[in-house]
């Protein structure tokens, strides 16, 4: 999914556990995982990383999906939450942090984290590897309604 929907689902979460950032860290990862297993169209462009047939299309979406991110994080810290940031920073980091360790690994091919990309993927192909995903642009419109409305109950 977008960074921006596991960040805002990330900061959901630890809204409600505003004073267990370790927890919240914890199930903002939890987050990623699950919501990940929703089909949301963005397959074939990783398998067009992988395959190198489109790599810079997908470096290009992974690039505008981040600074859309800085710009929602600084969106929700300007203007919606104001007493337990703590906690909040730490479930959009435990939110966001997978799809970095899964980009580490396809950058550098760190042992150490093959075992995680297999695990991120295990979930994030669990249905769309099966039946198929959603086509890009279904996919991110799924996404930007779920995205409004994790939003709307932030703060
Ligand atoms: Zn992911």
Known sequence: MFITTHAALGALI???IPNHPIAAFVL???SHFLSDIIPHGDLNL???FISGSKVKRAVAYVVVDGIAAIFFVMFI????IFD???AISMG??????PDL???VYELFRVKGLSAFHRFHFFFHNLISGRHG??????????QLVFLAAVISRIG
Do not use: C, W
């Not at 959009?92 to 942090?97: D, E, F």
């Open 14 to 16: 630890a809204e409600q």
């Open 28 to 30: 903002g990862m939890a």
């Open 46 to 48: 990783y398998k067009g």
């Open 77 to 80: 810290f300007n203007t919606k």
């Open 84 to 86: 337990h940031r703590l």
């Open 92 to 97: 959009i980091a435990g939110g966001v942090l």
């Open 101 to 103: 360790l899964v980009a």
């Open 133 to 142: 995903d959603l086509p890009f642009a279904s996919g991110s419109a799924m």
